[in-house]
């Protein structure tokens, strides 16, 4: 099984001015005691559940670029990203940039987008769900028309909402045939369908019971479509905080290992968690030493080198 940090919050010790530095600590760290992947929200506001609006929350494709640049092996994404916040060429631009100056370690994160605050409070174009869905659709088409050959396919694209009369893609991804694309999300309808069609991996989020329902159903997309299933990593989202000793509020590493098992034992093959506190390094650094060599033989292997 795979592991991936999602650094959801940026409110850390030593306001504003230590946030660089503190972020570049954390994802060196996590890079070098083992996480597989390494992502942050799309977001432009603190999102509920995690903390208040105003509190610091970093643009996330210029975040991942500064992650590039410190780490060397983890691959890196958004998780996941709003289809509204970017035009469809931007998106594969932005991804494609990050997949040459990480050596080949991009991933492009996207989804249909919820957070109508935010949206409204920025300006942001906030159209129907129906509507992202088209142009989540559009871009997804669009993806591999650019990420075509050695400089995209140059051909004329026409989707439900885009047009676009050059797709050429200059300097190329380095990842080959693309940087692998995964799409959050668990709609039975219309999000695990697109994922059976265009992606090379899902994320969903719940315990396992939720996690073994929502890949039941993209399954049956897949026979639908005559995608083989074998080919989409399986990825699952939560958050938690760990210690090394038992106590309340947090998961000790045996507990950590134990939760993962159920999720691998549901379909997953690869981990993706946020974690209280992750600016104490102490934390990250107890998972690569008690809990990542103990995971790596859960579940069934990733299609996704």
């Known amino acids: 099984m795979k592991i991936g940090l999602q650094i959801d919050s940026f409110s850390w010790p030593g306001g504003e001015v230590a946030i660089g530095p503190t972020f570049a600590e954390v994802v060196r760290t996590a890079d070098e005691v083992g996480f597989d992947s390494i992502w942050v929200m799309d977001h432009f506001f603190q999102i509920r559940g995690v903390g208040r609006p105003e509190e610091p929350m970093l643009e996330g494709m210029t975040a991942m670029g500064f992650a590039a640049a410190i780490t060397k092996r983890a691959v890196l994404g958004l998780m996941v990203g709003g289809i509204h916040y970017r035009e469809p060429a931007l998106w594969i631009k932005a991804v494609t940039t990050l997949d040459v100056l990480s050596g080949g370690r991009a991933w492009f994160g996207i ?3 919820w957070n109508e605050e935010e949206s409204r409070g920025l300006g942001f174009p906030f159209a129907s769900l129906k509507e992202r869905f088209e142009w989540l659709e559009d871009t997804l088409r669009f993806a591999r028309e650019m990420w075509q050959g050695p400089r995209g396919s140059e051909v004329p694209f026409h989707g439900a909402h885009l047009q676009a009369d050059r797709p050429l893609n200059s300097p190329q991804a380095l990842s080959r045939p ?6 959050g999300g668990g709609g039975e309808r219309k999000t695990l369908r697109l994922v059976a069609q265009y992606a090379d991996a899902c994320n969903i989020f719940g315990g396992p019971d939720n996690i073994r329902h929502k890949l039941a159903v993209l399954r049956e997309h897949c026979d639908i479509v005559g995608r083989d299933y074998a080919t989409i990593e399986k990825t699952n989202l939560s ?3 760990i210690a090394a000793t038992d106590g309340p509020g947090h998961l000790t590493p045996a507990q950590l290992v134990d ?7 549901a379909g997953s093959q ?17 998972i690569g030493r008690d809990v990542i060599p103990h995971i790596r033989d859960l579940g069934s292997p990733s299609p996704i080198p």
């Open 111 to 113: 989804g249909a987008g």
């Open 270 to 286: 690869h981990a993706i968690f946020s974690l209280d506190g992750v600016h104490d390094l102490a934390k990250l650094e107890l």
């Open 239 to 241: 958050g938690f905080d």
């Open 178 to 183: 693309h940087p692998p694309i995964i799409i």
């Open 259 to 265: 939760r993962m098992g159920g999720w691998a034992e």
